[in-house]
Structure formats: C-alpha cells, structure tokens
C-alpha cells in the first residue's frame, strides 16, 4: 500500500488512477474515455488499447479498489497492523480515493456495486466469526448491517465532515470518526483485541504528528 508519485506509475496504473478520481466525481455515464486520456496525459487510443471500452474500465476500478480493501483488511487484522502508524499514515493517505469511488458506485446503484457490497459483507461476516467474543445470533443479518453502518460514512463522508466542522474527511476529523466508531462498537462483537489494537494505533499516530 505504498504511495507511489504519477511518474512511477505506469501509463495502465495513471489510466485507472484518473478514471477512479473521475467515476468518483461524475459517475459513469458523465465519464468519458477522452476526459479519462486527457486527465491521465495520454491518448484515447492508449486507454482503449489497456482497457478496451469504458466498461472494461470501470470493471479494472472495481477490481483494484476491492484488491485494496481485501489487502488492508489482511495487513491490518491478520496480520496485525492495526496500530503501526505507519500502517495508518499510509492507509490514511491511499484510501481516500478509494473509498470516494466505493461510495460514488454503492449510490448510483449497478451490479458490480451490489457485488462490491456483498464482498465487503463476505469478508466482514468471515472476520466476525473469527473475532467476535460471544456467539453472534445472526452471523449474516450482523455483518450486513455492520457494512452498512460502516460504508454509510463512506458515502456521507461530506456530511459527516461538515458536522465535525472540517472541510474534508481527514486529518483530525477522521481520527474523531475512528474513536467514535470504536466507542460506538461493542468490544465483545469485533473482539477487545482488535478494538485495542485500533485505539493504540490511532494514539500512537496522533502522537506521531504531534512529535513532528
């Protein structure tokens, strides 16, 4: 999950980084494989020649951001990240733009959305079972809901900025959305080891910047 500048990438990553900002903002059918070259410094041609079609491109979007939400849920629970800053620096800066295109595909609504979501519940539901301390009484009612909770302030990431009082969902204000989130969630559903993992990660962070 390393940051990588624009002249690292290659012409096929530039090509779906610029199409991932662009579903974000305008959705699909605003989304042109013209505005997606000109926004990536290369030709029409050279999108159609890596992608084939808009859709072929969208289909790489979704296949690279669910990519990256499988890889950070590994690095973060299996593997036990949770509270590295480094882990967090780096998912605080690479995420954005990721979950910005989730919550653009679950609202305009298409079958690779609903596939998205039902992933993400798959997996949730999977981590469940794993972490939770008591037996939950409906493994997949829970993780659904759960997801839901979760990626609505994906979509409503705007919102829920503004009534924190900042302009954008980071910074400060997404430390404020991740305490709250674990004071909202029982220790007991996701497991007290990944919430305390999670608290120290994110104390650790702040008080790596604040050192700075």
Excluded: W
Excluded at 99 to 123: N, T
Excluded at 148 to 164: D, E, I, S, W
Excluded at 167 to 192: C, M, Q, T, W, Y
């Amino acid at each position: 999950m390393r940051s990588v500048s624009d002249e690292d990438l290659t012409a096929r990553a530039r090509i779906r980084n610029a199409a991932l900002a662009m579903l974000s903002e305008r959705g699909i059918k605003a989304t042109t494989i013209r505005a997606v070259a000109e926004a990536a410094g290369v030709s029409p041609a050279l999108v159609q020649h890596h992608f084939g079609s808009k859709e072929k491109l969208r289909e790489a979007c979704d296949e690279y951001v669910m990519d990256y939400i499988r890889g950070a849920t590994r690095t973060a629970i299996d593997d036990r990240h949770l509270d590295d800053p480094e882990f967090l620096s780096s998912t605080y800066e690479t995420a954005p733009p990721v979950m910005a295109y989730l919550g653009r595909a679950l609202v305009d609504g298409s079958p690779a959305a609903a596939a998205m979501f039902d992933e993400i519940v798959d997996i949730t539901e999977r981590y469940l079972k794993q972490h939770a301390e008591k037996p939950l009484s409906d493994n997949r009612a829970q993780a659904a809901v759960f997801t839901a909770m979760k990626l609505g302030v994906t979509v409503l990431h705007n919102h829920v900025a503004r009534a924190l009082g900042a302009d954008a969902l980071n910074g400060d204000a997404i430390h404020r959305v991740g305490r709250a989130g674990l004071d909202i969630i029982s220790p007991e559903f996701v497991g007290k080891d990944i919430v305390d993992l999670a608290r120290d990660g994110i104390s650790r962070y702040q008080q790596g910047e604040s050192d700075e």
